[in-house]
């Protein structure tokens, strides 16, 4: 979400092209496409300013093709044309392409709200004449509406897609219920902040990319504008890592940066739990008896909303009947990236092919065509996912496969770990470890100033030579594992202060997991001359805050030296452990400064000052009884 200057002109531009070929995009749309700029009456009165493309050729008719997006549909004016749109097979194969500010943001009136919360009183088509309440779907709603009736050559099909922010947008275009929408798909969908998505990981607040955006994207907008709001840019240092640190607590960036004078920052500084307010702005709960075609598309290396695309797919598959249309797609992608990059790379690791390229002619277009055209079959799986590792497209008719075991791989005495449960009659050492917020373990090696997309990739190495990282790793595989599916943490933690609090106060402590691939030390370099020898692949990392350890709602401290059960699910991931490999987990209790570091003593993280940070000592309970480790989702051979 942090870097949404990328995404305006609603996501029109395409990644960067070689030049000829960005040249015979723009070129395309300007020859080929009419523009016309409208203001869109809504049912509550306010007008939405919306660009709309029509294909020139008017000897058949096209179905209409919407992205509603904050991030401004510019570039505005009639004869200012963008340079791409994001599959130009789409638009070679003819479309009407819709674009929208919603509600409040830019050159739309009305007032915006982040994530909107839907409402289901108002999506009751009002009678003429009548003005009624007006939410995300309902504004959808109205737009398809007039477009039907005012969009010269359409064929009364509407499909609706977005990415990351407009992925929200996209999700509540399913709940507009409207008859002409047939075919949704968000994309990377923003779907609960507070659960897994942008600025919250499972309770922990994701400081880096929440400051980054919001000291720009949420400062309000007293008139419409065709202009963005600058973000903060005083830093006096090219080290994020030093920057956050320095600034200290989460209080300190709402007093010393003026984040006080931010709406929605305040807001999230004013609901550290899960509560009425998180759960009215997440869509799952309403994704029930849906209408039009869904695929739901992200990234498995998507820093801020692979959680969304996993979950909006789930939901829908768990409270809809086997006949919905309900399909997903997970490439090896950053945010966005079947559209922003070739998707051949990340990083120092190469997935030996351009997905992305794959992903637009052969899923994205096909999807399209089918339910807006009737055109082709629909030959599309309910579930096409890269596997990294063998790196190679699989298909599965449910996601997670049928075919997976679900199997405990538990923390050894000697720092393996493997599926032999611990003996009740061996003595089996806890793993202690000290977590210094003043300290905390750095989420990448590299001194930047931005948050990077390659960390999901990284090499892990750094981190596991510090002494707070405990580190649990297999033996040289002999043949492959494949994991598919949803990983779960399952941990016995207890922890020790040393008599730095309070006597009677309870303690807490974030825990992050990190999934690896090891590869053999005799791997050479990779093709930007990076030693791959002995390279740890971050698979997937996650991190949870203790106290939500039973209840996202009710938050629990932690009793000195008293041991907990500490249980959380991990995204899916798809990758194949070669042989040759090793498999390792790697524990520590900071991500700094991707996520913000916890006082470790119970009290409410946005409002605690420096003075509450106290270091802890983490114990990590191996013995029978309280055998922690990882529960793996295994593809049967």
């Known amino acids: 979400m942090k870097y949404f200057l990328l995404f305006l002109g609603a996501l029109l531009l395409a990644p960067a092209l070689p030049a000829q070929d960005a040249a015979n995009n723009a070129a395309f749309i300007r020859d080929h496409f ?58 070679r194969a003819g479309y009407i392409f819709v674009f929208q500010d919603v509600r409040g943001a830019y050159m739309s009136e009305g007032d915006f709200e982040d994530v909107r919360p839907y409402n289901p009183a108002a999506a009751t088509k009002p009678k003429a004449g009548v003005k009624a309440a007006a939410d995300e779907s309902t504004d959808t709603y109205d737009t398809v509406d007039w477009l039907l009736k005012n969009a010269n050559g359409n064929n009364g099909n509407v499909g609706v897609v977005g990415t990351s922010y407009p992925g929200f947008y996209a999700t509540m275009a399913i709940l507009a219920n409207h008859p002409a929408i047939k075919a949704v798909s968000p994309q990377a969908p923003v779907t609960d902040w507070f659960v897994g998505d942008d600025f919250h990981h499972n309770g922990a607040f994701m400081l880096m990319d929440a400051f980054s955006f919001y000291s720009g994207f949420g400062k309000t907008r007293p008139k419409p504008t065709m202009e963005n709001a600058s973000g903060f840019s005083e830093w006096n240092t090219p080290d994020n890592y030093d920057f956050f640190l320095r600034t200290g607590a989460l209080r300190n960036y709402t007093e010393k940066y003026g984040m006080k004078n931010i709406p929605f920052w305040n807001d999230l500084m004013a609901h550290p739990d899960y509560d009425a307010w998180w759960k009215a702005r997440t869509p799952r709960t309403y994704l029930k008896n849906i209408r039009p075609a869904v695929i739901t598309v992200g990234g498995l290396f998507d820093a801020e909303d692979c959680w969304g695309a996993w979950n909006t797919y789930k939901a829908i598959e768990n409270q809809n009947a086997a006949s919905a249309s309900n399909r997903i797609v997970m490439g090896p992608w950053v945010h966005g990236g079947w559209h922003r990059s070739k998707g051949d790379r990340l990083g120092n690791v190469a997935f030996g092919a351009p997905t992305s390229t794959y992903f637009q002619k052969e899923i994205e277009l096909k999807f399209f065509e089918y339910y807006l055209k009737g055109a082709g079959d629909m030959n599309l799986p309910e579930a096409n996912v890269f596997e990294t590792g063998s790196n190679k497209w699989t298909t599965y008719n449910t996601w997670p496969p049928k075919e997976v075991v679900q199997q405990k791989w538990y923390f050894q005495g000697d720092g393996n770990i493997a599926q032999q449960t611990p003996d009740a009659n061996a003595a089996i050492p806890a793993r202690i470890y000290t977590s210094d917020p003043s300290h905390p373990v750095p989420y990448t090696e590299d001194v930047h100033l931005h948050r990077t997309r390659e960390y999901m990739t990284d090499d892990q190495r750094f981190a596991a030579r510090r002494p707070d990282v405990l580190v649990y790793q297999t033996p040289v595989l002999g043949q492959s594992v494949t994991v598919t599916g949803p990983v779960t943490a399952d941990l016995w933690v207890s922890l020790d202060d040393e008599g730095q609090a309070p006597r009677n106060a309870l303690l807490d402590v974030d825990l992050v997991v990190k999934i690896i691939d090891v590869f053999p030390d005799t791997l050479k370099t990779s093709s930007n001359d990076v030693p791959l020898g002995g390279y740890q692949m971050l698979v997937r990392g996650e991190i949870f805050r203790g106290r939500y350890r039973n209840s996202f709602e009710k938050p629990e401290g932690f009793d000195r030296s008293d041991p907990a059960h500490v249980r959380f699910e991990l995204p899916d991931i798809a990758h194949t452990f070669l042989p040759g490999h090793k498999m390792m987990v790697q524990i520590q209790s900071s991500w700094f400064p991707l996520a913000d570091r916890n006082p470790q003593q119970f009290v409410n993280i946005y409002e605690a000052q420096d003075a509450d940070f106290i270091p802890l000592k983490v114990t990590i309970h191996q013995e029978a009884g309280m055998a922690s480790g990882v529960i793996l989702p295994v593809l049967k051979k």
């Not at 009419?34 to 008017?58: C, H, N, S, W």
């Not at 919407?66 to 638009?91: V, W």
């Open 34 to 91: 009419t523009k016309r700029e409208v203001m869109i009456p809504m049912r509550d009165g306010a007008r939405l300013f919306t660009a709309i493309y029509t294909p020139k050729d008017q000897k058949t008719k096209y179905p209409v093709l919407i992205t509603r997006t904050p991030y401004s549909c510019a570039p505005y004016g009639a004869d200012a044309f963008p340079e791409s749109f994001k599959n130009m097979d789409l638009a």
